[in-house]
């Protein structure tokens, strides 16, 4: 067995040992003197301890910044003992564990953390790689809104291997999210929630995607856990911390005094059930803080307030393209529409057409659309068109310049030549035949 101050691979100095809900292995926090930073370290302790690792290289060929990364992964010996070892970053934030244990997460809230979560997942899918065990504890919220996902691969090769595991599919992590909305929406376990437990601010597709759940349906796709609560704005989960303080605390339950009742043959209606649990809810709200969680009693503290507008250093949290899109839609303001709607619905309150027509210009008027080029591309084309016709006409029209410099034609090879008729004319007035001589001979 590994004790405090061991070091593995030269590099991992072992700190703490930290407690685990994942079968077949031995946890630890550890210093990494390459990195300069404390990780994570698993000792494995399961029977088929190379398969784990076989796990870990697959997932480590996934990139995503929501997938915690893992670092090394190998065998070292120490004291004529062999031990196999997973080391991974350490996940920053709140588990969502801690949070489903006093809290109850709003709708909009829980879509988000659950469909960030499916889109880190489908990545690993994309290149054939599952988690397998998905469960509330390996789900982290940071302060900034930032979820990862823990456990990618190991998690459910070690579930398996101890019997504790649904297999490592696609359906098995979209149904574990669904299980885990569903737990976190309602405050009950998943086995345990009825239709009856859901909220009442619950959406169509969030109300679907839990009948099957509650049935044992679905979902079987991890993009069908995305498309329900599309489109996923993480933005509302900046400043985590903050959203926890403001969650209502999840329900005491009420098994002694429901038992009573029935002892006494008393049978309560459902409406005045739920007046006595909103009336006892001020109560749970003055609990005091120690009954939580130390994790959650240290998210829980104060946190300063978080700046509306983008700084260099939360660039990491523009993972895809239609987050960038979302980020330029951040200071969406109120449309006219949504505007005289409004005043409309304080004018008549109870008409469902103008609450209905209000939530969707609300929705349509921040809703992140994408980036239609086709307006720019095609005057900028037809600009350039239009440019290069009047240059090319301007070049045929233009006349051909007579100004051409001959001195650098080449030169006559040929020598210059001369006739010299032999003998010589002379030009002597004596030399020249008289007229007489000229007549006789005619």
């Not at 599919?169 to 345990?192: V, Y």
């Not at 994790?295 to 939360?314: F, Q």
């Amino acid at each position: 067995m590994l004790h405090i101050g061991a070091r593995l691979a030269r590099r991992f100095s072992l700190l703490a040992t930290e407690a685990a809900d994942v079968p077949g292995l031995e946890r630890f926090s550890a210093y990494d003197s390459r990195l300069d930073r404390s990780v994570r370290v698993d000792v494995i302790t399961a029977l088929a301890p190379s398969a784990v690792r076989q796990a870990a290289a697959a997932a480590a060929r996934v990139r995503d910044p929501r997938l915690l990364r893992v670092i090394a992964s190998g065998r070292e010996r120490v004291n004529e003992d062999s031990y196999t070892y997973v080391v991974t970053d350490l996940p920053e934030g709140t588990p969502l564990s801690d949070v489903l244990k006093q809290r109850l997460v709003l709708p909009r809230i829980a879509g988000a953390i659950v469909g960030d979560a499916a889109r880190a997942l489908e990545k690993a899918n994309a290149e054939n790689v599952h988690h397998g065990y998905v469960r509330a504890s390996s789900i982290s919220i940071a302060s900034n809104g930032r979820v990862t996902v823990a456990g990618l691969g190991v998690d459910g090769e070690l579930a398996m291997q101890a019997g504790v595991g649904r297999g490592a599919t696609e359906s098995s992590d979209a149904m574990a999210l669904g299980r885990i909305f569903l737990a976190a929406i309602t405050g009950e376990d998943a086995a345990e929630a009825t239709e009856r437990n859901l909220p009442a601010e619950l959406g169509v597709r969030g109300r679907k995607l839990c009948r099957q759940v509650l049935g044992g349906t679905g979902p079987t796709t991890l993009d069908a856990v995305a498309r329900t609560f599309a489109p996923i704005d993480t933005r509302i989960l900046r400043d985590f911390p903050a959203l926890v303080r403001a969650m209502p605390l999840v329900p005491e339950p009420h098994h002694d005094s429901v038992s009573a009742s029935a002892d006494a043959g008393i049978v309560l209606p459902e409406e005045v059930a739920t007046r006595a649990d909103d009336a006892a809810q001020p109560d749970l709200a003055e609990r005091p803080e120690a009954s939580q969680p130390p994790i959650l009693r240290e998210a829980l503290v104060a946190h300063p307030d978080v700046e509306a507008l983008l700084g260099a250093n939360e660039l990491h949290d523009l993972y895809e393209f239609e987050e960038m899109v979302a980020v330029q839609d951040v200071n969406n303001t109120t449309s006219t529409w949504e505007a005289l709607l409004q005043r409309m619905q304080r004018r008549w309150p109870g008409s469902a057409t103008i609450t209905r027509r209000l939530k969707r210009a609300h929705k349509r008027a921040n809703r992140s659309g994408p980036i239609w080029a086709a307006p720019v591309l095609i005057p900028l084309l037809v600009i350039s068109v239009v440019v290069a016709t009047v240059v090319a006409v301007s070049l045929l029209k233009a006349p051909f310049s007579q100004d051409a410099n001959f001195d650098d034609l080449p030169s006559n090879p040929y020598p210059a030549f001369t006739y010299s008729p032999s003998p010589s004319p002379s030009l002597s007035p004596s030399a020249a035949p008289s007229p007489s001589a000229s007549s006789t001979g005619g």
